[in-house]
């Protein structure tokens, strides 16, 4: 059975009787929802226009979303028009969750405004994260399978344990992994930004390395294929066709023996992949 909630802003101020101008900061819709099952793993699902996302794990049974509309500046153009006037800010965020046999949805009217989302959610929880323009995604302290993509910003993901599909746009892309979920492939990407990852001293792994205009380092021994793959991209020989095979411009090797595949992918940056020391 779902649950929606849609909350109204709670406004706080920090001197009574001060105007709306100034107290346009302390605005915040908040938003405390469990999951369905809280004996089990849930997951939580935020996709913004135009915003950040911070999400940290802690030990508690709620996913507490914080919402906030960052202020936009007003052009010299605009400040003439309203000489002598005070401001009265739009704070509202749209605020909403929704929550399905533990998958939470957590939306906002980040397509009208610029929204700030600080989540908090309990340790076991997979996330599914994304953002376009005018923020960065963090998350930290989070145990489960992490999916997240920003175009414009940066990704930073800390002390996370599980799995990780993290892409960065234009930005860097950068992750410590305190375990990784042994029966799981990974990927990392960018297109102009770099990839900086920190694993366990004791991953196994496949590893696929591309850079196409960056370089690639890395202080884990890894046993780098002699022989690079080749594709083949037509074949119509049976009946009097083409043939086109290439050599596969990416990297392959083996970490401690291998495992499942990790993908890093940069265009423009450098990809580091670090040993925990």
């Given amino acids: 059975m779902k ?3 849609l909350i109204r802003p709670i406004l706080i101020l920090l001197a009574l009787g001060a105007p709306w101008a100034m107290g346009q900061d302390d605005v915040v ?4 929802v469990a999951f369905s099952n809280p004996s089990q793993p849930g997951l939580v699902e935020v996709g913004l226009v135009n915003g950040s996302i911070s999400v940290t794990g ?13 202020m936009r500046k007003i052009s010299s153009g605009e400040s003439e028009k309203v000489q002598g006037m005070i401001r009265i800010p739009v704070t509202t965020t749209g605020l909403t969750v929704e929550e399905d046999n533990n998958v939470m949805e957590i939306d906002t009217e980040s397509w009208k405004r610029t929204i700030d989302l600080d989540i908090r959610v309990p340790v076991n929880t997979s996330l599914k994260l994304s953002t376009v323009n005018h923020g960065d995604i963090q998350v930290q302290n989070v ?20 799995a990780v599909v993290a892409h960065a746009l234009n930005k860097d892309l950068i992750v410590t992994m305190d375990d990784v979920f042994p029966d799981k492939a990974m990927s990392f990407s960018t297109l102009n930004g770099d990839i900086d990852v920190v694993f366990p001293a004791n991953l196994k792994s496949n590893v696929n390395l591309k850079a196409d205009n960056g370089d690639i380092y890395s202080d884990f ?11 083949v991209e037509e074949n119509t020989r ?5 043939y086109k095979v290439r050599v596969e411009r990416s990297i392959h090797g083996t970490i401690n023996g291998g495992g499942p595949e990790i993908l890093f992918k940069s265009f423009q940056g450098d990809i580091f992949i670090r040993k925990e020391k």
Avoid: C, F, M, W
């Avoid at 802690?58 to 960052?70: K, L």
């Avoid at 145990?143 to 599980?162: A, F, H, P, Q």
């Avoid at 021994?221 to 594709?231: A, C, G, T």
């Fill in 3 to 5: 649950r929606h909630v």
């Fill in 29 to 32: 819709d908040r938003l405390s």
């Fill in 58 to 70: 802690y030990d508690g049974t709620e996913v507490i979303a914080e919402a906030r509309t960052r």
């Fill in 143 to 162: 145990r489960g399978e992490i999916d997240v993509n920003n175009v414009n910003g940066k990704v930073t993901l800390l002390n996370i344990s599980g």
């Fill in 221 to 231: 021994e890894i046993q780098l294929s002699k022989e690079p793959k080749k594709v």
């Fill in 238 to 242: 049976s009946t009097g066709g083409k």
